[in-house]
């Protein structure tokens, strides 16, 4: 897993220079602010105060989508119990939450649970806090970007796999991206795994962008905090106080887009580079695709699922699918 290259931070791979500074960061803040359309991969979002103010943000009265899929959760144990293979390994993808896991742990009585997390600090905290709430649950956690095939603990080699990928984190990446997640997820689980996935759905664009743009400017923070990060981490002047927090509905893609806008015209220098945007321009800083049950389904087939069972809260916001990686074909 490590190469020469990276070292142990605490326990996070992370490839920093002789400063310290993370090389993956600078380069993709780089990159992405001598493009045109200035943008910065999402995952930047998520330093330790962005992770924070996310966590804030799933409190939010506008921000339906967490309390949507714990209703589903809450709602339907039985149904995935009865869904899902008996005595299998749970494996989420990312750390997972406080809330959700143990509501799907309890519902199915997997035989394991293994989280899996490039953040070795988040993957301790949540598979201590899961141990305590279910004494006799295995849990062998795996510090791995999942982003690429993991191979699994020896120990769950031979139950079946469930993997569970709630949070609609799917949406955050490009049709592209996440059929790339999907099919490595496979290679992950194997070709008879089941998959539990969380899309959010298409809606009231009023509804959307009120998740994402909220009266107490909680996400405009947490928006913000990545320019903020950029200052504190890559000796950078970019001045916050001249960006603006916008989200945006793209119809077209069907997604909720996050911009930093300048205020004014601005100039800035990130790492030693000389950046400049004029009043209006924006950096792009993250994507949350929205889906409907067609394009939920066409993208899981592309990405090598067979969607079996589908479920949505009350208010027809969010939806869960259980998928299988066997391809039942209906065509020839
Ligand atoms: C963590 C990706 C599920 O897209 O809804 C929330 C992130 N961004 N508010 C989402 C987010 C702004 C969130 N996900």
Same mark, same amino acid.
Request: charged share 25%; net charge negative; proline share 5%.
């Given at each position: 897993?490590?190469?020469?290259?990276?070292?142990?931070q605490g326990l996070e791979?992370?490839?920093?220079?002789?400063?310290?500074?993370?090389?993956?960061?600078?380069?993709?803040?780089?990159?992405?602010?001598?493009?045109?359309?200035?943008?910065?991969?999402?995952?930047?979002?998520?330093?330790d105060?962005?992770s924070?103010?996310?966590? $804030?943000?799933?409190?939010?009265?506008?921000?339906?989508?967490?309390?949507?899929?714990?209703?589903?959760?809450?709602?339907?144990?039985?149904?995935?119990?009865?869904?899902?293979?008996?005595?299998?390994? +749970?494996?989420?993808?990312?750390s997972?939450?406080?809330?959700?896991?143990?509501?799907?742990?309890?519902?199915? *009585?997997?035989?394991?649970?293994?989280?899996?997390d490039i953040s070795g600090d988040f993957l301790r905290a949540s598979a201590k806090?899961?141990?305590?709430?279910?004494?006799?649950?295995?849990?062998?956690? +795996?510090e791995?970007?999942?982003?690429?095939?993991?191979?699994?603990?020896?120990?769950?080699? /031979?139950?079946?796999?469930?993997?569970?990928?709630?949070?609609?984190?799917?949406?955050?990446?490009?049709?592209?991206?996440?059929?790339?997640?999907?099919?490595?997820?496979?290679?992950?689980?194997?070709?008879?795994?089941?998959?539990?996935?969380?899309?959010?759905?298409?809606?009231?664009?009023?509804?959307?962008?009120?998740?994402? $743009?909220?009266?107490?400017?909680?996400?405009?923070?947490?928006?913000?905090?990545?320019?903020?990060?950029?200052?504190?981490?890559?000796?950078?002047?970019?001045?916050?106080?001249?960006?603006?927090? +916008?989200?945006?509905?793209?119809?077209?893609?069907?997604?909720?887009? %996050?911009?930093?806008?300048?205020? /004014?015209?601005?100039?800035?220098?990130?790492?030693?580079?000389?950046?400049? %945007?004029?009043?209006?321009?924006?950096?792009?800083?993250?994507?949350?695709?929205?889906?409907?049950?067609?394009?939920?389904?066409?993208?899981?087939?592309?990405?090598?699922?067979?969607? %079996?069972?589908?479920?949505?809260?009350?208010?027809?916001?969010?939806?869960?699918?259980? *998928?299988?990686?066997?391809?039942?074909?209906?065509?020839?």
């Amino acid at each position: 897993m490590s190469t020469s290259s990276t070292a142990r931070q605490g326990l996070e791979l992370v490839d920093r220079d002789e400063s310290g500074v993370d090389r993956a960061f600078r380069a993709d803040v780089l990159k992405g602010l001598s493009q045109k359309q200035k943008a910065i991969p999402a995952r930047w979002l998520y330093d330790d105060a962005g992770s924070q103010l996310f966590e $804030d943000i799933t409190k939010l009265p506008e921000y339906y989508p967490t309390r949507s899929e714990t209703e589903i959760l809450q709602d339907h144990g039985e149904e995935f119990a009865a869904a899902i293979a008996p005595g299998c390994a +749970v494996v989420e993808f990312g750390s997972g939450s406080s809330v959700k896991t143990p509501l799907l742990l309890s519902a199915i *009585a997997p035989a394991a649970y293994v989280p899996l997390d490039i953040s070795g600090d988040f993957l301790r905290a949540s598979a201590k806090q899961l141990s305590a709430k279910f004494p006799g649950l295995p849990v062998h956690p +795996v510090e791995a970007d999942f982003m690429r095939k993991v191979s699994l603990p020896d120990q769950v080699t /031979d139950l079946p796999k469930l993997g569970f990928f709630p949070g609609s984190t799917i949406g955050n990446m490009v049709a592209r991206t996440s059929v790339d997640l999907l099919r490595t997820m496979r290679d992950t689980l194997g070709d008879k795994a089941q998959l539990l996935i969380g899309m959010d759905l298409i809606k009231d664009a009023a509804v959307l962008t009120a998740a994402y $743009d909220d009266a107490a400017g909680v996400t405009g923070e947490f928006n913000l905090n990545l320019a903020r990060r950029i200052n504190r981490e890559l000796d950078a002047t970019i001045p916050v106080d001249q960006l603006r927090h +916008v989200a945006l509905w793209n119809d077209d893609f069907a997604r909720i887009e %996050m911009h930093c806008e300048a205020l /004014d015209d601005i100039e800035f220098t990130v790492a030693g580079q000389q950046f400049a %945007m004029a009043k209006g321009d924006t950096i792009h800083t993250e994507n949350s695709h929205k889906f409907d049950r067609r394009s939920g389904n066409t993208l899981l087939l592309a990405g090598g699922w067979t969607p %079996m069972q589908r479920w949505t809260d009350s208010q027809g916001r969010f939806s869960l699918i259980l *998928a299988e990686a066997s391809i039942v074909r209906s065509a020839p």
